[in-house]
């Protein structure tokens, strides 16, 4: 799924006795338009609260700055860190747990919402790794969990604000399918490593589009691509409910790219929350 430093602000044990940094010399062009990747809407917090961050991270703005402007600088400025998410919301909440100052800041600070910060974070991140226009998925296309329940399909939108993808079945083009973003997964590049003899999976059964309930019988092997990368290119499995006459399942080999997590191993938080670098190995 940098430092973690966009929480910083926020925990302060008092609102700062200065003002905030201003840039000197001559003004320095600025805009009021709201940047839109940002969920996280800044111009509902406290002017007390945007001094306090622009103090912080030195953010330049106007001496004459109204909060409206003051709350697109911190919005730009937020948009471009890189920041450990789960790192920076878990210290914050374990701040306020523990009753530290910051709880008292938060208070003075009227319009700071913890949970509204967590889901602007989470949002950027699912913005950030979501599949991309063309890209091939598995799509989970029915309500049960059923054998064969996830399909292969293309990706045609995604949705930021309400999270959902727009895809279409790989076997019928002519109409798109809403799914949420826990329906979607991405597709193996081969360079993971995250399946070993004995893993439980899903992966397309043989000369059909559809995943399937399965699991790896040997160790993937390594080989090395056109530039000397190590990946894997097929993974060999034994699919659930896929006996022979004689009662044996036999040993299937599958392009890796078609063999994908079970989904409790791919959406692995209780909240929801996605992260879709593939486990390691187990």
């Known amino acids: 799924m940098a430092p973690a430093t966009a929480a910083a602000p926020f925990a302060s044990s008092a609102p700062p006795a200065k003002a905030a940094r201003r840039s000197s010399g001559k003004a320095m062009g600025h805009s009021r338009s709201y940047p839109r990747g940002v969920g996280l ?10 001094l306090s ?11 004459e700055a109204p909060p409206s402007e003051l709350a697109v600088a911190v919005a730009r400025h937020f948009e471009g860190m890189e920041v450990d998410e789960e790192e920076c919301i878990g210290g914050f909440l374990e701040r306020l747990e523990n009753g530290t100052g910051a709880t008292e800041y938060s208070r003075k600070t009227a319009y700071f919402d913890g949970r509204m910060l967590q889901s602007a974070v ?12 063309g890209e091939q998925v598995a799509a989970k296309v029915t309500r049960t969990d059923e054998n064969g329940s996830w399909i292969l399909a293309s990706v045609q939108r995604f949705y930021s604000e309400q999270d959902t993808y727009d895809v279409q079945d790989e076997d019928d083009t002519s109409k798109l399918i809403r799914l949420p973003w826990s329906h979607v997964m991405r597709l ?3 360079v993971e490593g995250c399946f070993s003899k ?6 397309i059964f043989p000369e059909t589009t559809s995943f399937y309930r399965a699991k790896v019988s040997k160790d993937p ?23 022979d006459q004689q009662g044996r399942t036999p040993h299937r080999r599958v392009p890796a790219r078609y063999v994908i997590p079970i989904p409790n191993q791919y959406f692995y938080d209780e909240s929801e929350d996605v992260d879709l670098s593939p486990l390691q190995g187990k």
Not at 122 to 133: H, I, M, V
Not at 198 to 203: L, N, W
Request: aromatic fraction near 6%.
């Open 41 to 50: 809407d800044f111009r509902k917090l406290a002017g007390l609260t945007l």
């Open 53 to 63: 961050y622009i103090d912080h991270h030195a953010v330049s703005v106007r001496p």
């Open 122 to 133: 989470r949002k950027r991140k699912r913005t950030k790794l979501a599949a991309r226009p």
């Open 188 to 190: 193996s590049t081969g």
């Open 198 to 203: 004995g893993t439980d999976c899903m992966a």
């Open 221 to 243: 092997v390594w080989k090395l691509d056109r530039s000397s990368s190590p990946v894997v290119k097929e993974i060999i499995v034994k699919f659930e409910d896929d006996e």
